[in-house]
C-alpha cells in the first residue's frame, strides 16, 4: 500500500487500459531519480503485478505496460556502514537541524530495530526504567512480541523527545504514513549530502554486521534484531570473527612458547 501510494499515484485516477508504456517508463525514471532505482524497481514490479492480477480476474484485457519496461541493474541490495560512513551520515543529519528526524536516525542504528517499528513506537511500549521496549506481535514481521533492549544512550534520545510530546506516538501524531514518507525523503536527502548510498534499512545490516565484526554471537544477533529463523542471522556469519581461529589460537599459542630456564 505505501509503496503504491508513495510512488504510483499519478497513475492512481487513471483506467488501466489509459496507462501507456511511456507513461510507466517515464515514471519509472523519475522514481529512481528521486527516491533510488531499487524503489524504482518495485514499483514497476508493484504495477505490473496490478495488471496481471486484473487479467486474471478479466477486468482488463489489454497489455501490460510495466512488462515493458527495462529495470535498472540492481547491485546486492545489503549495505553495512563502516563506522566512518556512519559518522558521516550522523554528520548530514544534524545538519537538518530536525529534531525528531535526528532521533529516529539514532534509533535506527542504536536498536538494529526495522524502520518501520520505530516509526509506529509508542510511549506506553517502553518500561518505566526505559530499558526496554515491546513491539507487539501485530506490529512485527513475524507476528511475535519481541522486547528490544535499549542502551542508556537510546534511552537518553527517547527521553529528549518525550520532554514536550503530546501525542501517544513517539514520532508522530498519529499519521504514521506521513511521518515515514517524511524520514524516507530526509533520508535520501542526507546520504546523498554525505556521499553514502544506503536504504533506513540498511541501518540495520549496520548494526548487525558491526555486532558480528566485534565478535557477538550470532544466537545474540538473533535475539537483537528479533529474527524467529536463524538462518536469518546466518548471512552475518561471514563477517563475524572465526570462532575455529580463535580456538586453534587459545589451544596452541603456548605449542612453541621457549622453555623457561
Not at 496481471?52 to 556502514?81: H, M, Q
Not at 550522523?90 to 517499528?117: H, P, W, Y
Not at 558491526?210 to 542471522?233: C, D, K, Y
Not at 581461529?245 to 603456548?254: A, N
Amino acid at each position: 500500500v505505501r509503496l503504491f501510494s508513495n510512488y504510483l499515484s499519478p497513475l492512481a485516477n487513471r483506467k488501466l487500459s489509459q496507462i501507456t508504456d511511456a507513461q510507466v517508463s517515464r515514471l519509472h525514471r523519475q522514481v529512481g531519480s528521486k527516491n533510488g532505482q531499487y524503489v524504482a524497481n518495485r514499483a514497476v514490479m508493484l504495477l505490473s503485478a496490478v495488471y496481471n492480477k486484473a487479467k486474471k480476474w478479466k477486468v482488463c484485457s489489454g497489455d501490460n505496460p510495466a512488462s515493458a519496461i527495462e529495470l535498472f541493474r540492481e547491485e546486492a541490495r545489503e549495505k553495512y556502514l563502516s563506522k566512518n560512513e556512519i559518522r558521516s551520515l550522523m554528520d548530514s543529519v544534524q545538519k537538518e537541524n530536525d529534531e525528531k528526524f535526528t532521533a529516529f536516525v539514532q534509533i535506527c542504528l542504536l536498536t538494529g530495530v526495522r524502520s518501520g517499528n520505530i516509526v509506529d513506537m509508542k510511549w506506553e511500549q517502553i518500561s518505566d526504567d526505559s530499558q526496554q521496549w515491546e513491539i507487539p506481535r501485530e506490529n512485527t514481521k513475524n507476528k511475535k512480541s519481541h522486547v528490544v533492549q535499549l542502551t542508556e544512550q537510546a534511552s537518553a534520545v527517547l527521553h529528549s523527545l518525550s520532554v514536550d510530546s503530546t501525542s501517544d506516538f513517539v514520532f508522530h501524531n498519529g499519521e504514521s504514513q506521513k511521518a515515514g514518507r517524511r524520514f524516507r525523503y530526509l533520508f535520501s536527502k542526507v546520504t546523498k549530502r554525505a556521499g553514502i548510498e544506503c536504504r533506513v534499512h540498511d541501518l540495520r545490516h549496520t548494526v548487525a554486521s558491526q555486532m558480528a565484526s566485534s565478535g557477538v554471537s550470532l544466537p545474540i544477533i538473533q535475539e537483537a534484531l528479533g529474527h524467529l529463523n536463524f538462518r536469518s542471522t546466518l548471512r552475518y556469519a561471514h563477517i563475524a570473527p572465526s570462532p575455529v581461529r580463535e580456538s586453534l589460537r587459545l589451544v596452541t599459542e603456548e605449542f612453541f612458547v621457549p622453555k623457561a630456564g
